[in-house]
């Protein structure tokens, strides 16, 4: 289980630079570049935050008495917010509805990825296994990858 979470990690390494081009002058595209930028930056924060976890758990059977899940919910909340104000963004939706609905699918995966370490945290804080939780993490991981490489093709 620990080796299903370094998966993750060392995956997501090579795809955590931040690869943005903003040649456009329209103020939507130029929302659009944040937006991008932004998933970028929360990318490398789950990769950090997993490499986080993972160090912990070469010390540690568990995480009780840790604040790991804390941290987790913070990056969860930040992605939630910077998705839901993507969503609203009429301009974006009428200028770039294509790419916006890319977008929104990756902020769902990165989601679902720091959700389920926040899962496997907090189940093992109350004493059970955190390996469900990460399990769905990785497979978020997995997914985001190959939906973020189709991404960078599909919207250079």
């Keep these: 289980t620990q080796q299903t979470q370094k998966i993750e990690t060392n995956k997501n390494n090579d795809n955590a630079k931040p690869k943005e081009k903003s040649n456009s002058n329209q103020s939507s595209s130029k929302s659009l570049a944040s937006y991008r930028n932004d998933k970028d930056t929360f990318d490398n924060q789950i990769v950090k935050f997993s490499e986080k976890i993972n160090g912990h758990l070469q010390q540690s059977p568990n995480f ?53 370490m926040i899962d496997g945290i907090t189940a093992s804080k109350n004493g059970g296994d955190f390996t469900p939780g990460f399990r769905s993490g990785t497979s ?10 189709a991404y960078k093709k599909d919207f250079k």
């Excluded at 991981?141 to 490489?149: G, K, L, S, T, V």
């Design 64 to 116: 009780k008495n840790t604040s790991y899940d804390n941290e987790g919910r913070q990056i969860l909340q930040n992605i939630k917010k910077y998705r839901d104000n993507l969503s609203k963004d009429s301009n974006i939706a009428k200028s770039n509805g294509a790419e916006q609905k890319a977008l929104l699918h990756l902020y769902d995966l990165e989601i679902t990825r720091i959700q389920g």
């Design 140 to 149: 978020a991981a997995y997914e985001f990858d190959d939906a973020n490489a």
